[in-house]
C-alpha cells in the first residue's frame, strides 16, 4: 500500500512561481512511476508529467517548458516546479502512482493517488 501526500499549493499570479511536493509511504516508491494529474472545475482530470522509476520524463504540451519534475527516492517525495504560470493552470493537482504499463497519460494506469492541492494562477 502506498499512501500519497501533496502539499505546496496556494493562490499565485500570473507569470508566478510554485513548487508542489508529493510524499509517499511505502518501501516500493523508488520502482513506481510518479505522475502529476490535474482538475479544473466542470473538467475532466488531465495528465501533467510523469517521471519513471529510471527518471524519464514526459509532460503534456501545455506545461513544457514551464514545468519540471524531479523525485528524490531516498527521501520518497516527488517535486514540481511550476513556472510561468497562466490562468489556465487553475486547478487541483493531483499526485499519483503506479506500475505503468501502458499509456502514461492514461489515469487508469495509476494504482494509488493522492487529496490534491489547489492551484490557483489569478490574471
Known amino acids: 500500500q502506498v499512501q500519497l501526500v501533496e502539499s505546496g499549493g496556494g493562490l499565485v499570479q500570473a507569470g508566478g512561481s510554485l513548487r508542489l511536493s508529493c510524499a509517499a509511504s511505502?518501501?516500493?516508491?523508488?520502482?513506481?512511476?510518479m505522475a502529476w494529474f490535474r482538475q479544473a472545475p466542470g473538467k475532466e482530470r488531465e495528465f501533467v508529467v510523469v517521471i519513471s522509476w529510471n527518471g524519464s520524463r514526459y509532460y503534456a504540451d501545455s506545461v513544457k517548458g514551464r514545468f519540471t519534475i524531479s523525485r528524490d527516492n531516498a527521501k520518497n517525495t516527488v517535486y514540481l516546479q511550476m513556472n510561468s504560470l497562466k490562468p489556465e493552470d487553475t486547478a487541483v493537482y493531483y499526485c499519483?502512482?503506479?506500475?505503468?504499463?501502458?499509456?502514461?497519460?492514461?489515469?487508469?494506469?495509476?494504482?494509488?493517488w493522492g487529496q490534491g492541492t489547489q492551484v490557483t494562477v489569478s490574471s
Open positions: 511505502g518501501r516500493t516508491f523508488s520502482s513506481y512511476a
Open positions: 499519483a502512482a503506479g506500475v505503468v504499463s501502458g499509456t502514461v497519460q492514461n489515469r487508469y494506469e495509476y494504482k494509488y
